[in-house]
Structure formats: structure tokens, C-alpha cells
């Protein structure tokens, strides 16, 4: 099974989305797929220096593996900004989302048990 790292950047009691642009889009937290010999908070790590230019410190994981489908297992880890300001590179938008903004159904399907865990301990 191959993970995909989503980080839940949270910043004043609001958390950080991306929008992934397409057909199938939606709001997601930013992260990719984990490259062999990479450990998810590495991963976490490289995909946001990648695709928002943040230097993060990654936390705890939020809550149980979802699966995105027979191939793929989303994990989804806290995180704070250690340095920069996010830099829109690959998504077509990026927002911050306080605890009575995040409704869950503007997420991409497999994001929607992390933001229903997330809303409660923003
Ligand atoms: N990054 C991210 N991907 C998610 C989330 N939820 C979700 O279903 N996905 C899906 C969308 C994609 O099919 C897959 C992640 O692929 P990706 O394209 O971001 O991975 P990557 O950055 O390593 O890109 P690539 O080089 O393999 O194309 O997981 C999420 O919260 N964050």
C-alpha cells in the first residue's frame, strides 16, 4: 500500500488547505506520496518545502489511516511553520480555515474523518 502525506499546518487556531484543481478537486492538506526509504514526517517535510516553500515541524498524527483507494492510504500529521510564508505553487488556491469554517464537504472524500477530528481540537 503506498501513503500519501497530508499536514494539517495549523497556525492561531486555523489550519492551512490546498485546493486540488480538476474534475475530481477539492480542498485537500497539502503533502504527496511517500518515496521509498522515506519516513511519512520526511515526506511531510519535502512535499511542503516543494510545492508551498514552508519549513515545517511535524507533529502528531491526527487520527487513523483513511484509504483513497486499493492502491493508496491517506496518513495525515499536524504541523507547525518553522519558517516563510506559503507560496502558491501547484494548487490553484490556498486558505486558511478556522474551527467554524471547515465544512467538510468541500474536501476531497478521504480528507473528510481528518476535518471532522480537526474541527474539535482546533
Ligand atoms: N496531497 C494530498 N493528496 C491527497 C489528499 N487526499 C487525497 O485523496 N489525496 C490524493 C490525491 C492524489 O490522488 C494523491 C496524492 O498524489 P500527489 O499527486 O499529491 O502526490 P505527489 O505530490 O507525490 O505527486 P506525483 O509526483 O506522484 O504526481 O492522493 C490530501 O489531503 N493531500
Redesign the pocket.
Known amino acids: 500500500m503506498q501513503i ?1 502525506v ?1 499536514v494539517a499546518v495549523v497556525k492561531d487556531r486555523q489550519v492551512l488547505a490546498a485546493y ?1 484543481p480538476g474534475p475530481d478537486g477539492g480542498w ?6 511517500v518515496e521509498p526509504g522515506e519516513s511519512d514526517e520526511q515526506a511531510a517535510a519535502r ?1 511542503l518545502r516543494e510545492e508551498l516553500d514552508l519549513e515545517i515541524e511535524v507533529g502528531a498524527s491526527l487520527g487513523p489511516g483513511v484509504d ?1 483507494s486499493a492502491a ?1 492510504r ?1 496518513h ?1 500529521y499536524y504541523a507547525k511553520i518553522l519558517a516563510g510564508a506559503p507560496v502558491l505553487r501547484e494548487h490553484s488556491e490556498l486558505r486558511w480555515f478556522g474551527p467554524a469554517e471547515l465544512d467538510e464537504t468541500a474536501w ?1 472524500p ?2 473528510r474523518p481528518f476535518v471532522r477530528l480537526l474541527r474539535n481540537r482546533l
Do not use: M, T
Not at 485537500?28 to 506520496?33: A, Q
Open positions: 500519501v497530508g486540488r485537500e492538506f497539502p503533502g504527496g506520496k512535499e483513497i493508496y491517506l495525515v476531497l478521504p480528507d
